[in-house]
């Protein structure tokens, strides 16, 4: 700094005018340097120097002022001074107050500010209507927190108990209104709470009173004073608090003098001086506030001469930040510096040619420079509701949008595809369409009897040649041999060229120029080939075009079809815009900007297809720019455009946000033209700064002013990395690489770069300087997740131009939240630290902070989105920094950080219900493990099973609507094929999924450790030899039949499938309930099942696939072991003989129409329902009577075949029949048809009549009595339980034990659905176990279908001893997120005479169905007291064991039974033997 001072030493006031009059030196980036200093040259005369301060100097305020330093007040790094407490409100506003209260009421308080002479009035709105509403206030006078009652009082206002004042609401409409008067001038605020009388309910704020500073009258500050040092401060803090915004001249007055009145206020009200001190500054620091003696000396240093060796020492100690005390210790000691020469005789003149040379001692040293004063180490969340951040966005399921799509024509290429496969069979080894501009290249190559043959054809009009070789390892070209050549080929060194000529298959209707090449056995491994056309080379994208012949069928191009799935029509329109698209920057992102009307048209598939298409640019899959040149402000206008565009969709359609912020981060800022012309600009600027005018910076910059692209940000950090790595070039082609830019894609560009940099080491620090600011201008375009240059964009900066160069000036957002600045600078400090907990913090308490502003129209709307993506991806970037701080974490810090990344996810999702609640789920876990709770970690572990469910469920959305869309796409566009198959993968790897699920995957052998699961969850212990087979879910596999015994390793098992045939075990991760079908099933057919958690054993077993395995499990473990030599033969020879199947088939008494369509359940017989209805009836009378047992109604045996007959059904029998028959011929897509012509059937009237008169006299409800729709509604749901006998699984497992399904006959149990807090399943012995002391029970929230159904997630599972009813152990908590609901109701279950038969369980096969769907909720267990309230869980659980035993001693032996709990009371809706 020394030397460089010269005539332009910056002058640095300590009260900056940097915030008022934004006109302070900053970086070219827009990067403030230290605004602690402000530029004044230092021969300036004085008064030109005092023009140029603030105008919060003395000359405007005062006197005393004038010997003392000023506070900061600038753009730089926020003062980290802490105020002690932030004093009133601008009183010029008459917004006193706005709280949200519980219910969604809202409640606003405004305040009009008094005249002399006028009365104060205060207006209290309130969303909430009632005719009962009272204001329940007093007033606050000086300090006193006492209730004073003031005289003046509203109409209507009664006295309560001299205590406080009851003034009636006003009610109009959905609001109350009631109005104050306050004519005491010493009253100083009003406080107040609000009664519903009617109701009891009371409206608090946060729990106390509603308190309402009331503005001070003038009369009363006139005879007050305050010092000035506190106006500055408290000017200071206001300014802080609104945003630093930058304020005129005008606004600066008006500012101090508002900060004056807010604290005279105070003084007013009764706060000492020195107590207002305390408040504003530390109390260890005020004695840095003294004034310095120094300054009334007769040989006083000038201030600016002091502030200039300020900025000196600063200058000499790295740039610190420093805080507002650091900042006044500085400005003293550089007094005391400048002192000590004074007092040796130096006149000041020669003091300030001194200080121009940089001769004056100084004791600043560089150890400043990596120390941070007054560092805040972590922020202080706020206590959030995370309720608030709730989200029910959901897009409009995409088979109910009627996307009517022409079926495309195809390309001339296209048909000579067709027509080649036709004729050459499936052979294929590799197969693509390149798109050549407008025109289309096609390679395929396939191997018929051993040959290797290729075919070329193309569109191309004009003539064509083909420039090729052979290659026996990649990248070589050798000459072919001369017969594998074509007629009329020529060779050449090392190559062949051959023309194309016109197709040989005469029935296309157009012609296409094509070559054949049939290649003999020669080790040859593919074909490098160029195009030439009058005289013009063609290539892939600037490099060979190659044919692979191998065998990989990756390489083989996909053909996905028809686009189902897909918004069809515009991935079509994209495809074909593509060759315009392809010319630069600016033609793509304003075409995309032409089709966003057309993407919300077709909805959510609509913006997928834009995602995709902007994916596949962004990672280099599409050309950048071809031949035609742009300037970047255009570019980044019309990023701008597309920007703006979208951030419309994102508030008009908020089922769509997820999407459009995916949209964003790949698209990039933009901005006006000034910041994209900064980059041809700047270019120019380091250049001339740096004298680096020739080889790659002259190519870059001939790149930049022809198109400048993401590449370039990569390009500035690539030259960045080689300067400091000491110039060693392969650190500037490893940053490259690592980027995915080589030599080939610098030489592709329309203006190549060829060389490699070559600086001199004289051009380091200049060079490091103008590129870092460089970058931050590239960024500031072309990287939509770049948090610098989003909170730069957001804060406001300011770049003066230079000369030919435009300047830039971006202005704060308006408005943003108090403190957020300070947040801002806090995530800038911590943004790289290696322990990230607090960072994480301050990121996502930025989010939350700014979130109520995405959802407002707002101009700077898309800069805070950006933020907002920055934020987002900050989080990510950093949990992966901070894996290594897990490694020796415990269970605790863990859960902590899975918490801060699923509130990440939260933020960021448009549908986040069930994130909330596995939020709120942490929440608890944390609260139970530090509270040293038992089940802690058996609450967290259903927490973790639920997260990983929901993100299960993600990435299934993921899938379902993006990849379709890459997939069609991508053939359209000729896309790489690895590309287009990890595109989902790659979009949940960009956001917190992936780094949420690897943290589960580290927590979860914690928990199962501490909470002693082991690696197992035993549903069936049973001890089996078999053949391990690998399979994806068992569905696909249930009907299938293995011809020797078979462990299965099944990725998904719903738990409502059937076991195959030949199947020995079922092992699976994932989590059926132990009550399931498919649980139930296997322990009937002594198949051993089972969940695995560990992922290691899953995989050791995986790699097993193919040999066989002895499986020995417990009720806790399986050992399990590979069966070698002759234990094989013995093994083998014992499951064969189990695997013989049943000795004798199943038989079953085919029942007879009794005459009657519905019976009461005193007539249930055995002839005339099945052991369902029987056993619900044998049970009525007999179990105590808080046992309570639904009324019930049956439509016996028979009723279907008599209906079936009825005249009014024949047609519906005849085609039965036809599709009987057709099912006799193995066809089994005649079960759907089946099914569906038996809800056709018609309902005879004596059906009706006898069914409602058994229903009435039974004292059920008769739907028929709310309308005709409503018996329909039962009709049909009786009709669905009839064709249930035609479900496949119940086909199947009849089939599989030879059961005649002719003989199958169906009675209907009619109850009336009692509507379930919670549903159970009861095991009177324990399933696992065997144990017959112990009940093994499953309870769910809500209706039972999600225990028995296939619904994921696991209920909340206990056991209790039977001579300990009242002590329930629980076994695991739920982790459902799913609850079923309904209203009053009638339920219609299946009863056939194939259920529960000696050795053979048929329950569970067919349906019940209820009259009405039930509403799916998603669960918050955090507020469910069978979670949360130890007694009432007790209380429950041990009524529901009691139940079961008491229905097992009923019926004396041990039963399967469910029920369902409602206000506390147990009822049983059904009971079985146990199987």
Known sequence: MSNSIGRNVLHQSLLCSTVFEHQSKRHSSGIPANSLFQAVSINQPAGASAARKSPLSTKFYGTSLNA???????????????????????????????????????????????????LTQVNIEISYSSNSLLLHWGAIRDKKEKWVLPSRQPDGTKNYKNRALRTPFVSSASKSFVKIEIDDPAIVAVEFLILDEAQNKWFKSNGANFHIKLPIREELIQNVSVPEDLVQTQAYLRWERKGKQIYTPEQEKEEYEAARTELLEEIVRGTSVEDLRAKLTNKNDRQEIKESSSHGTKNAIPDDLVQIQSYIRWERAGKPNYSADQQLREFEEARKELQSELEKGISLDEIRKKITKGEIQTKASDQLKTKKYFRTERIQRKQRDFMQILNKHVAEPTEKKNISVE????????????????????????????????????????????????????????????????????????????????????????????????????????????????????????MPFVLQSDGNWIKNKGSDFYVDFSYESEQVQQDFGDGKGTAK?????????????????????????????????????????????????????????????????????????????????????????EIVRMILSTVGRGGEGDVGQRIRDEILVIQRNNNCKGGMMEEWHQKLHNNTSPDDVIICQALIDYIKSDFDISAYWKTLNDNGITKERLLSYDRAIHSEPNFRRDQKDGLLRDLGNYMRTLKAVHSGADLESAITNCLGYRSEGQGFMVGVQINPIPNLPSGFPELLQFVSEHVEDRNVEALLEGLLEARQEIRPLLFKHNDRLKDLLFLDIALESSVRTAIERGYEELNEAGPEKIMYFVSLILEN??????????????LKGWGNALSMSKSKSDNWALFAKSVLDRTRLALASKADWYQKVLQPSAEYLGTLLSVDKWA????????????????????????????????????????????????????????????????????????????????????????????????????????NCKVCFATCFDPNILADLQSNEGKMLHLKPTSADIAYSVVEGSELQDSSSSNLKEEDGPSSSVTLVKKQFAGRYAITSDEFTGELVGAKSRNIAYLKGKVPSWIGIPTSVALPFGVFEKVLSDDINQAVAEKLQILKQKLGEEDHSALREIRETVLQMKAPNQLVQELKTEMKSSGMPWPGDEGEQRWEQAWMAIKKVWASKWNERAFFSTRRVKLDHEYLCMAVLVQEIINADYAFVIHTTNPSSGD????????????????????????????????????????????????????????????????????????????????????????????????????????????????????????????????????????????????
């Not at 932030?86 to 009421?105: H, M, P, Q, R, T």
């Not at 050549?436 to 054809?457: F, M, S």
Request: aromatic share 6%; net charge negative; charged share 25%.
């Open 68 to 118: 003392r330093p000023k506070m900061a007040m600038g753009r730089h790094r926020p003062v980290l001074i802490t105020p002690r407490a932030v004093l009133a409100v601008d009183s010029a506003s008459e917004l006193a107050g706005k709280f949200n209260l519980e219910g969604n009421v809202e409640l606003q308080v405004t305040v009009g500010a008094p005249t002399p002479g006028s």
């Open 407 to 526: 079926p495309k024509a195809l390309t001339p290429v296209e048909l000579f595809v067709k027509a080649t496969e036709e004729q050459e069979g499936d052979s294929i080894l590799n197969k693509k369409i390149y798109k050549l501009a407008d025109k289309e290249l096609l390679v395929l190559a396939h191997k018929p009897g051993g040959k290797t043959k290729i075919h070329l054809a193309t569109d191309f009009k004009e003539p064509l040649i083909l420039h090729w070789a052979l290659s026996k390892k990649a990248g070589e070209w050798l000459a072919p041999p001369p017969s594998v050549m074509p007629a009329g080929s020529v060779s050449l060194s090392g190559a062949v060229e051959t023309k194309f000529t016109t197709s040989s298959l005469a029935d296309l209707p157009y012609q296409v120029q094509s070559i054949e090449i049939e290649i003999e056995e020669g080790g040859y491994v593919g």
């Open 569 to 657: 029509a515009l991935l079509e329109k994209i495809a074909g815009l593509e060759i315009e698209a392809q010319k630069s920057f600016m033609h793509r992102f304003n075409i995309a900007a032409d089709l966003i009307q057309e993407a919300k048209e077709a909805g959510e598939l609509g913006f997928a297809g834009i995602l995709a298409w902007m994916r596949f640019m962004a990672t280099r899959q599409l050309i950048w720019n071809k031949n035609y040149n742009v300037k970047p402000r255009e570019i980044s206008k019309a990023q701008d455009r597309l920007t703006d565009l979208l951030q419309n969709v994102y508030i008009s359609n908020p089922e769509y946000r």
């Open 905 to 918: 996810l939260a933020l960021s999702s448009d549908d986040n219900e069930d994130l909330i609640y596995c």
């Open 980 to 1083: 287009v198959d990890i595109f989902t993968e790659e979009m949940i790897r960009a956001g917190s999924a992936a780094a949420l699920s690897l943290l589960l995957n580290r927590l979860d052998p914690v928990l199962r450790k501490t909470a002693s699961l082991g690696s197992w969850q035993v549903i069936s212990p049973v001890e089996v030899f078999g053949y391990v087979a690998v399979v994806d879910e068992l569905l696909a596999v249930q009907d299938k039949s293995y011809d020797r015994p078979t462990i299965l390793l099944a990725r998904r098992v719903k738990g409502e499938e059937e076991i195959p045939d030949g199947t020995v075990a079922v092992l699976t991760a994932d989590m059926p309930d132990v009550l399931s079908h498919v649980s139930v099933r296997a322990r």
């Open 1332 to 1475: 017959s002391s112990e009940i093994y029970a499953e309870v769910v929230k809500g209706l039972g279908e999600t225990l028995v159904g296939a619904y994921p997630g696991r209920a909340l599972s206990f056991v209790c001893k039977k001579n300990d009813l009242k002590s329930p152990r629980v076994l695991g908590y739920p982790s459902k997120p799913i609850g079923l609901f309904i209203r009053r109701s009638i339920i219609f279950r299946s009863d056939s005479n194939g259920e529960d038969l000696e050795g053979y369980a048929g329950a569970g096969l067919y349906d019940s169905v209820p009259m009405d769907e039930a509403e799916k909720v998603v669960l918050d267990y955090s507020s469910d007291r069978l979670i949360t309230d130890g007694h009432f869980q007790q209380s429950i659980l041990s009524s529901i064991a009691r139940a079961g035993c008491e229905i097992e001693e009923l019926f004396g032996s041990a039963q399967d039974i469910e029920g369902v709990v409602r206000d506390g009371k147990i009822y049983v809706v059904q009971t079985r033997p146990q199987m």
